[in-house]
């Protein structure tokens, strides 16, 4: 079992930026990919972005693509999310997650792939 800490939010104007983090514990060499999501209230947990363990190969959803980077610490276990450009959309509780090996018939950005969970650190942008 992995364990999953967020910090980082806040509240910040738009086209401000922020930078998460999520530190891991406990079984850390089973993670095979880590991911960041987020939910508005009122809203479906939706996947932001995600990087492999084993190589930084990264992915994001089309509405954050130019304005957040993944990126990993591997060695210290660490997992970050920076955030520029923010916008009043991308307001919500922010997740990081992490998924083990195996064979999936989800996609990358699906929840049902990822098995531990942090709390979740808030973010709010304002107009």
């Known amino acids: 079992q992995v364990q999953l800490v967020e910090s980082g939010g806040g509240s910040v104007q738009a086209g401000g930026s922020l930078r998460l983090s999520c530190a891991a514990s406990g079984n850390t060499d089973s993670r095979y990919l880590m991911g960041w999501f987020r939910q508005a209230p009122g809203q479906e947990r939706e996947g932001v972005a995600y990087?492999?363990?084993?190589?930084?190969?990264?992915g994001y959803i089309d509405s954050v693509k130019g304005r957040f980077t993944i990126s990993q610490d591997t060695a210290k276990n660490a997992l970050f999310l920076q955030m520029n450009s923010l916008k009043p959309e991308d307001s919500g509780i922010y997740y990081c997650?992490?998924?083990?090996?195996?064979?999936?018939?989800?996609?990358?950005?699906?929840?049902?792939?990822?098995?531990?969970w942090g709390q979740g650190t808030q973010v709010t942008v304002s107009s």
């Open positions: 990087i492999y363990m084993s190589d930084d190969a990264a």
């Open positions: 997650a992490a998924a083990s090996r195996g064979l999936f018939t989800v996609g990358l950005f699906d929840k049902r792939r990822y098995n531990s």
